[in-house]
């Protein structure tokens, strides 16, 4: 262990200097007043060794007085699952999180491809580690904590210092750099990433802090705003008008150095949220009561099937039984199926809740209950529960892939308790088992198909906005097709008997099979063709109104450069 006094000043200077004398295959740096866990180097040494990986990332808690943040829940799951062999391409959320405390890095790697520290005093290593991840061929992350970052109150400290002029000034011209290296050598799926945190997060954040700290009249704002102007000028112009039209309008004010109009937009009285979430539509607590409709009566549903049990209770035991075991089979699919960081757990199980009991009661009241008519009242059923559950988590949505997966569970709640009635339904009680396993087995998982190809049109719609009424309508004509074709339409090519009381049609089975797979060609579909440059609340879709000049503007990287020149 050798202590080196730097020959300079700052935190910049004195990195450069360590990268200069260390002499391992590997470097790590650590901020003076951090803490760093007992072996958490061990941890990401032995990842960089076992994988060969030229720079390994590891989870970090970042501790408060009054309370500790953990990582892992943030930065759209960069750190929460163990990652390895991959390049930032494949894993684009570390474009969210530049700071170079939480990683070992390969030295050859760093010397060849690092920026330079610049002697700036705030973000000093932004640049330097995006320019690392951006060229390393093989990243990997580990999940366990290995940095203790604290957030230290009080004057002296970095925290104290945010908003001031020199270090917004240093936050906005080092994130210039890291938006130049990234428009330079990045994917469309990192470009997504890097500006949706940008101007959504660590930009958008840094700006809050500087007018609510700024003195009016502040001489000092041109050189904020000509940084601001700079870092937009590089933006595409699908990553700013994607942003609510209150953000836009900001955004732009702040370009143009209009601190003070700016802040009225912002800053509004009430809730110190509204700072961050800008406005709540109305539409958003009209959907929360949907919810809770949903609720009651779905609770209502299940209370009066459950009383069954005293009624029915061979029938009632042996189809609520195989219910849960159907849903329980399909989660575990679904488990396998999809990605564990998109669309959260709680709408999974509310899918499921809401189509089991919910949906069927719906379709259900369908007068015309027949083979031709019940593919349309249950898939848009389906897709209505679909439709208000992804409404509510739209600021999370990438592209038809959450949709298929929200369809998918709603789907799932549906075939398995629609199976539970069925069997509860019986007089003979006899029939429960062989009834059961019928149902189970002929077209075991084909509401979820139907569900999720009706819910990719619809995130495709809340994603892309008005542009993709054709794909929704497209994605539900063609979920109903196929359920209309499953229920009329099956070849007569002979039976297979089996030993469990029924004959397995043959043209069923390859109906069944060729539903399979297109599903199988619609998840292959949808996590090709998530759509990094949209996120969220729809660029055409009708906002707030705002007391400015500029509330009738379009900010683009084009109206940012005009003003730049």
């Not at 829940?73 to 929460?80: E, H, L």
């Not at 609720?295 to 039984?321: D, F, H, N, R």
Request: proline share 5%.
């Amino acid at each position: 262990m050798r202590a080196i006094r730097s020959s300079g000043r700052g935190g910049g200077q004195a990195r450069n200097e360590g990268v200069e004398l260390a002499r391992g295959d590997y470097i790590a740096f650590a901020d003076g007043d951090d803490l760093v866990p007992p072996r958490a180097y061990a941890e990401m040494l032995a990842v960089a060794r076992r994988t060969r990986a030229e720079v390994v990332s590891g989870n970090y808690l970042k501790f408060f007085t009054t309370h500790t943040w953990d990582a892992g829940t943030g930065f759209n799951g960069a750190y929460a699952l163990r990652v390895e062999g991959v390049t930032i391409d494949q894993h684009p959320q570390l474009a969210r999180h530049r700071a170079v405390w939480n990683r070992v890095v390969r030295r050859e790697h760093w010397i060849q491809n690092a920026l330079p520290f610049p002697g700036v005093p705030r973000s000093n290593d932004i640049a330097a580690m995006m320019s690392v991840l951006l060229t390393a061929k093989r990243v990997a992350v580990t999940p366990v904590p290995v940095y203790i970052y604290r957030d230290r109150p009080g004057p002296g400290s970095m925290t104290s210092a945010v908003g001031t002029v020199d270090y917004t000034v240093s936050y906005f011209s080092e994130e210039s750099t890291c938006a130049a290296l990234v428009c330079q050598r990045a994917s469309p799926t990192v470009l997504y990433e890097y500006w949706s945190m940008v101007l959504s997060a660590d930009g958008w954040g840094n700006l809050l802090k500087y007018i609510a700290q700024r003195r009016p009249g502040e001489v000092e704002d041109s050189r904020v705003a000509e940084q601001i102007a700079r870092l937009l000028s590089r933006a595409p112009d699908d990553a700013l008008t994607a942003l609510s039209p209150d953000r836009q309008i900001v955004w732009a004010l702040a370009a143009d150095a209009r601190f003070g109009e700016a802040d009225p937009s912002i800053r509004k009285p009430g809730r110190k949220e509204r700072a961050v979430s800008m406005m709540t539509p109305p539409v958003k607590r009209a959907t929360t009561w949907i919810c809770v409709v949903m609720a009651v009566i779905s609770a209502a549903v299940a209370a009066m099937y459950l009383l069954e049990i005293v009624l029915k209770p061979t029938q009632a035991l042996v189809g609520w039984a195989g219910g849960v075991g159907i849903a329980a089979v399909l989660v575990l699919i679904g488990i396998a199926l999809f990605p564990k960081n998109r669309v959260p757990w709680r709408f999974r199980w509310l899918s499921v809740g809401f189509g089991a009991f919910f949906a069927t009661t719906v379709a259900g009241l369908n007068p015309w209950q027949s083979s031709v008519t019940a593919p349309f009242g249950e898939e848009l059923t389906k897709l209505a529960i679909t439709a208000t559950l992804l409404w509510m988590i739209r600021g999370e949505l990438r592209g038809p892939l959450d949709g298929l997966i929200v369809g998918y569970f709603t789907g799932l709640g549906f075939e398995a308790f629609e199976d539970t009635i069925y069997v509860i339904n019986l007089d003979d009680a006899s029939q429960a088992w062989t009834v059961l396993v019928e149902r189970a087995l002929i077209g075991f998982g084909l509401h979820n198909v139907f569900a999720g190809l009706a819910g990719m049109g619809m995130a495709l719609l809340l994603v892309r906005g008005r542009k993709a009424w054709g794909a929704l309508l497209g994605f539900l004509a063609a979920a109903i097709a196929l359920h209309f074709v499953w229920d009329n339409f099956q070849p007569d090519l002979g039976v297979i008997p089996t030993p469990l009381g029924f004959d397995l049609a043959i043209g069923v089975l390859l109906v069944y099979l060729l539903f399979l797979g297109v599903f199988a060609v619609a998840l292959i579909w949808a996590r090709r063709h998530d759509d990094p440059a949209q996120r969220g609340t729809p660029a055409n879709e009708s906002g707030p109104a705002v007391s400015s000049s500029a509330a009738s503007q379009s900010l683009t990287s084009r109206d940012i450069r005009k003003s730049e020149a």
